[in-house]
Each structure stands twice: as C-alpha cells, then as structure tokens.
C-alpha cells in the first residue's frame, strides 16, 4: 500500500526523494520550503504521517521539534544540527514518536565507517603513522567540514587511534561528494576514498530509512540500521 509522505526541505535532496518515492511505496501529498514551513501542521500535512527531512543545519532543530509534537516519523538528512540531538530526543520520546537521522544514507559510505574504524584500529598500534581526514563536496554546501568527515574522525578515534588527526575540506563546483582517510608514516601511505557517483544513493537510503521506520518509536541513527535494510534499492 502506498504511504503518504510529507518533504521537508524541497531542494535538491526533496525533488530527488520525490522522484523515487513510489519506487519505495511512497506519494507526496505535502512540500515545505523556507516559505511555507511555519504552516507546517496537521492541517498542511495533509494526512502524512511520515516526513522526509532535507532542509539546512540552521533550520533542521526547529522542523523536527514541530514534526515529533503533531507525531509525524521523520528521516532527516540534513547535517550540521547534531548539538541539537538531546533536545529534539526529548521531544520525540515525549511524543512517543520516531525519528531517524544520519549524515549519510549511502550504503556505501556506512560500510566505509566500519571499513576506516577497522583500519584505525589496526593502526593505532603503530605510532608511527599520522592520520589526516579529507573531503569535497559541492559549492553550495552550507556545513564544513562535512558531517560525514566528522563521523569518519570520531569512527577513528574511538577505534582506539589516538595520534594527530587533520581535517580539511574544500567546496567547489557540483562535486557530489568525496570522502577520504589516510595514515602516513616515514615509510609509506595508506588512503582509503569513497566518492558518490550520485545523489541517488542518499536518496533511496532516505526512503528505505522510512519504510524501515514505520511501526517504530524512538530515536535511531542510519548506521545502526543499515545491515537491516535490503540491498536492492541501496545502490545509486
Ligand atoms: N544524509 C545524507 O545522505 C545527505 C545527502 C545530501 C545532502 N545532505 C544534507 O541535506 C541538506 C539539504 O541538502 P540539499 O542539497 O537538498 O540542499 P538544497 O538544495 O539547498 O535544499 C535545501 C531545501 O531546504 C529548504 N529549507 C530551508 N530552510 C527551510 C525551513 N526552515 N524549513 C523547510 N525547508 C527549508 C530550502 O528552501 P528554500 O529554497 O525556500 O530556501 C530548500 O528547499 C544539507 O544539510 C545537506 O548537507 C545529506
């Protein structure tokens, strides 16, 4: 059965996630935009009960406070909002609602956490080797380092890697996204990359994300669930 689905955030990431929407079992019977998202309501819903959330950082706290009080399960990819979190979990806990959110619905990229934390532990018994994180993305991305990079850096760090660790990030033409980790010693370079081909790939895992989250309360990252989504869908 096909679910109506609200878009929060109507910009390169919403038009996407409309397009694959029924593929995923979803139609769009709401848009919201810096325009028109303070009538966000039951009402503007009309009849959603599932958001998907791709806005801006400074606008992302303020929409899924509104979404979790009117009870509305909700995706959210934007990135740069994370110092939120414990707020917005009080309100979704308190709305007996649900929320997922991840600064990278990729598959891919979620594998390459685990790829980079295992390199990260195998490495930090060797201090010899430095670490440096790097990514690209496109100029309008508002959010640097990209909250992805960030992601890779705490993966490393709690891996047990404790060395220098140096983060950079550069913003230029319609890059889609690049990632990438190294460890370099006196004797040799290890780089691990992972580049998107598209904006495809966030988008299925947005939807996917969703279908997953039907049934569910509570708060949960895209990490922790993406082993239990099907891999059909997954690629871009
Ligand atoms: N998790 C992932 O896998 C993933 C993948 C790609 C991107 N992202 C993140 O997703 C976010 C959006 O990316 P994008 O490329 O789609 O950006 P975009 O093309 O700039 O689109 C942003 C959209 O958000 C809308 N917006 C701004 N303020 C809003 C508000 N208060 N309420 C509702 N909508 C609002 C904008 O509307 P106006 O045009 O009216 O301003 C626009 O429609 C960014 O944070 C990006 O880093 C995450």
Known sequence: M??????????????????????????????FTSANSVSLSERTLAGAAT??????????P?????????GVRTVSGTTGWYDHLPE????????????LYGPNFSVGVNLFFQIVA???ALLSAHPEYEAWGWEIHHSAKKDAPSGTLKKLAEEI??????GPLHLAANRAGSHTGTHEVGFDSPADTI???HTARSREGYAHGALQAARWLQQKKGVYEFREIVSELGAAKSSP
């Open 51 to 60: 958001a998907i959330e791709f806005s801006a950082p400074s606008a992302a």
């Open 62 to 70: 303020d929409n899924l406070r509104r979404l979790a009080s009117l």
């Open 118 to 120: 295992r390199a990260a």
């Open 191 to 193: 780089t691990l990359r």
């Open 2 to 31: 096909s679910l109506p689905l609200a878009i929060v955030g109507h910009g390169k990431m919403g038009r996407l996630v409309e397009q694959l929407a029924p593929a995923h079992g979803f139609h769009v019977v709401a848009r």
């Open 157 to 162: 760090h709690a891996a047990g890697y404790s």
């Open 88 to 99: 917005i979990r009080k309100s979704v806990e308190a709305a007996r609602s649900a929320l």
